[in-house]
């Protein structure tokens, strides 16, 4: 299983004004998006200020999610700063 890794990178993006509350906004129309296919918590969207997670991604499934998130980003949210989708092999130690 894979991890995507959904990260801006504002040094401090509590001092640049609506960032957050957008980068939030954009968090949960990709969870109303990504929910019934892997794991996007809402409450760590909620929380978010620079980065959210999705998780439980199979294989074969993670170009297709992470195109699915840059199709929201492009057409929903395209003031939003650079937005990096970074893609990790979830770990097993839990």
Do not use: W
């Amino acid at each position: 299983m894979k991890t995507l890794t959904v990260k801006h990178s504002v040094p401090n993006p509590l001092s640049v004004s609506d960032l957050v509350p957008r980068f939030k906004d954009f968090g949960e129309d990709v969870y109303r998006t990504l929910r019934d296919v892997c794991q996007v918590s809402l409450a760590e969207i909620d929380r978010a200020t620079s980065e959210f997670h999705i998780r439980g991604i199979h294989k074969r499934e993670v170009r297709n999610v992470a195109a699915r998130v840059r199709k929201i980003l492009e057409k929903r949210y395209p003031t939003l700063p650079p937005i990096e989708i970074i893609e990790k092999e979830e770990s097993n130690d839990a």
